[in-house]
């Protein structure tokens, strides 16, 4: 790989921690609280031992790759030809799904919070479009406009939580007593899955990565940071609204940024704060779109690597790219009729997806440790 | 310094998604009326809505309020949509919801309901309920000139906000109190004449009570010092006392608090609450001479003022028990002081509260005086 095609593990862990900002907002608050009632903002915490673990074992594995490799190579010479590409094809195929799942909530999310006459055909369209540009590219400007985004967004939730203190009571999460730690553990599971996707997805980006010291160290620190602010976040929430209006509500972080006055002046920031929402959304999208299509390539034995091509260039398997984006776009808009629809596939089916998707990793790792083939 | 041009360029290119700008949906703020009150009443099969505006300039007329009746809120908003010559009602900006009496009696859960899921109102916008009257009323004729509803609530709440008094409950508050304990406490209003110059203003009418969403009782305004102490605190109210001579003696209440301690049977049960008040008066106003004794005449004050606090605590924890309803939020003091045990109960707080022994203990202390009368006596 050339060196100007390389790119930094803060840089790749900073692709991570945005693009996990989509989902935890759209589904972290109110699914953890449904479980977890008023001691829901204990949950993300919760997972952290679980989600440290797995991020021990996910290093173990990508310890083994060598100069070059991703997720994916890794994936085929853990598992060896057949299953190695039926296990490509797996995520591939899962990805592209994931890409136009998320293309969907993000323009259910301009529906509901902005434009509640129009439709989520435009926006599905539109932002699939940029992902699948962002995909033709290189992964290096998609990491680094991650990394230069991500203080944008955290600045923003910093600030939206400082001022939302103002409103938040102490009844409203506490007190939490022992019979409140099953449901607090169960709550921990919309938050572990959304995250998992923040660990293991920009693994397929890898190969631009050089192997350095102490990954193990800062993918635990990335996970502490995260569970933080994803806490912080669900206090602010809850500790507005209380546990029963927080289930009640289709999109609690923006309806709280709506009741939010800054300086007794300025009001009804929901908007622009929805349309700052497009970066983790776009980049989510590019992410699984990106590592779709380089798991698809490489199932056809094409060398996945970014070489600078043009746009147009079809040669390498890069058609592939512009089918995936196309069947992205047609999944978005397929997908989920109305928010009902909508709704099954983000509680049940996404989740369930995402959690098979990040624990065939160590399954992977473990046969190909037991294989010796790593 | 790229960074910044970057960050800079995207919030530039950010902006019009909000739908200000290219997206056809942009509308021209002359072309829009700003809604700041909407009042809400009951009418046979229906709802009526009463919209008040925000005057244009300062000095202008307010533009003179709507009204409009359907099956429900949102089929009312619509006529009032067809009816209004503005090209646009804008309803982001609502500022009060008020409920009229009988819309209140017939019960609050579908318009709370209505604001939670609105992509409109705020969830913080406060609610008051019009006791004796329609909100209609209210809304088209309290205020004069420029004054409409809106100036006055806004004027009513910064009082309160200035005076450290309760102010008025939202919407978001009143549904989370509905559903955790199936009562809540909601500002009162009334329809009446201004002294000043005979116009019609939203006078002070105490608190409403609401069991179920549905209006169960009135608490005098009077009594909002025991509502406002039982829930935690209070201060910047006046109350009226009679001294040695049967004089009127006013008492302005500085500061005020209250702990509400849960008294436990060995096998767990609750037994009872210990209700212990502190508040700390001024003299404000007095008819006292000189030459009394001032020191007497202290003590036999604060003993008044411990007595009429105790009086109007025991009002509204006497209503608790018998609408079998904790309205006050009773039950967030105690589970925070007793958490475990808390959960062990069988029963919500305000069934228990029939049952359980509550002892009332208020402590009173006269700061000073503003009356040279008293302070002058060296």
């Known amino acids: 790989m050339k060196d100007t095609e390389r790119f930094s593990r803060r840089q790749l862990l900073s692709l991570g921690a945005a693009a996990v900002l989509s989902p935890a907002l759209r589904l972290y608050p109110a699914a953890s609280v449904r479980l977890a009632g008023r001691g829901a903002w204990l949950s993300a915490l919760c997972c952290l031992p679980p989600l440290m673990l797995y991020a021990w074992l996910y290093c173990r594995f990508t310890a083994a790759r060598r100069e070059g490799e991703g997720l994916g190579e890794l994936t085929l010479r853990a598992l060896g030809g057949k299953l190695g590409r039926a296990a490509l094809l797996l995520y591939g195929l899962w990805l592209l799904l994931y890409a136009g799942f998320v293309l969907r909530a993000a323009a259910e999310r301009f529906v509901v919070a902005i434009f509640p006459d129009s439709g989520p055909g435009f926006f599905v369209l539109t932002l699939g479009l940029a992902a699948l540009l962002a995909s033709l590219g290189s992964p290096r400007a998609l990491v680094r406009t991650a990394r230069m985004l991500l203080p944008v967004l955290l600045g923003v939730i910093v600030l939206l939580l400082l001022f939302s203190l103002r409103q938040a009571e102490l009844t409203n999460l506490l007190p939490l007593t022992e019979e409140d730690a099953v449901p607090v553990l169960l709550g921990a599971l919309p938050v572990g899955q959304v995250l998992l996707l923040g660990l293991y997805a920009p693994g397929f980006l890898l190969g631009g990565v050089e192997q350095r010291e102490g990954e193990l160290r800062a993918r635990w620190l990335w996970l502490l940071g995260l569970c933080l602010l994803l806490s912080a976040l669900c206090a602010a929430v809850l500790g507005c609204f209380g546990a029963e209006i927080t289930t009640r509500l289709s999109l609690p972080f923006f309806t709280l940024v709506r009741n939010l006055v800054f300086f007794r002046t300025l009001e009804r920031l929901e908007a622009p704060v929805v349309s700052l929402w497009l970066i983790p959304d776009f980049l989510l999208a590019s992410l699984s779109l990106f590592c779709a299509q380089l798991c698809l390539r490489l199932l056809l034995g094409a060398g996945p690597a970014y070489r600078g091509e043009a746009l147009t260039d079809m040669r390498r398997g890069r058609w592939l790219i512009w089918l995936g984006g196309a069947a992205a776009i047609a999944a978005g808009l397929l997908m989920a009729p109305n928010a009902r629809a909508l709704a099954l596939w983000s509680e049940r089916i996404i989740p369930i997806g995402q959690t098979a998707a990040a624990g065939l990793i160590p399954i992977i790792y473990m046969v190909g440790k037991s294989k010796k083939r790593l | ?378």
């Not at chain 2, 509204?316 to 109960?345: G, N, T, Y």
Request: negative net charge; proline residues 3%; aromatic residues 4%.
């Open chain 2, 1 to 378: 310094m790229k960074k910044i041009a970057l960050y800079s360029f995207l919030f530039f290119f950010l902006l019009p998604l909000c739908g200000c700008g290219v997206s056809g949906q942009h509308r021209e703020v002359e072309q829009m009326q700003i809604i700041q009150t909407v009042g809400v009443d009951y009418t046979p099969g229906g709802v009526r809505l009463s919209l008040a505006a925000a005057a244009e300039a300062d000095g202008q007329e307010t533009p003179p309020p709507l009204t409009g009746t359907g099956r429900n809120y949102t089929a009312a908003l619509d006529r009032i949509r067809e009816s209004s010559v503005e090209e646009e009602l804008f309803l982001g900006h609502v500022q009060n919801l008020l409920v009229g009496q009988e819309a209140a009696e017939h019960g609050l859960e579908d318009l709370l309901g209505t604001v939670c899921r609105s992509a409109d109102l705020r969830l913080d916008m406060p609610l008051y309920i019009v006791r004796g009257g329609s909100a209609e009323e209210m809304v088209l004729g309290a205020g004069s000139g420029s004054r409409g509803i809106t100036e006055i609530l806004q004027a009513t709440d910064s009082r309160s906000e200035r005076r450290q008094a309760a102010q008025s409950e939202t919407s978001a508050a009143l549904l989370r109190s509905l559903s955790r304990r199936g009562g809540a406490l909601a500002k009162a209003l009334r329809y009446e004449s201004a002294a000043e110059d005979g116009g019609k203003t939203a006078a002070d009418a105490g608190l409403a009570v609401l069991a179920d969403g549905v209006l169960a009782a009135w608490i005098e305004p009077e009594d909002a010092i025991g509502v406002e102490l039982l829930r935690g605190g209070t201060a910047g109210r006046e109350l009226s006392v009679l001294d040695l001579g049967g004089l009127p003696v006013t008492l302005a209440l500085q500061r005020g608090e209250s702990r509400v301690l849960p008294v436990w049977n060995e096998d767990g049960s609750l037994r009872g609450l210990d209700v212990l008040a502190q508040v700390r008066a001024a003299v404000l106003e007095t008819a006292a001479e000189s030459g009394e004794d001032l020191d007497h005449y202290e003590d036999y004050l604060t003993a008044q003022l411990e007595s009429a606090v105790s009086e109007r605590i025991g009002r509204i924890l006497r209503l608790e028990r018998q609408l079998k309803l904790d309205f006050l939020a009773l039950d967030e003091r105690v589970s925070l002081s007793s958490p475990e045990r808390w959960q062990a109960l069988d029963a919500p707080l305000g069934e228990l509260l029939g049952s359980l022994e509550i002892s009332i203990t208020v402590r009173g202390e006269l700061l000073h005086s503003y009356d040279s009368t008293m302070d002058g006596r060296g």
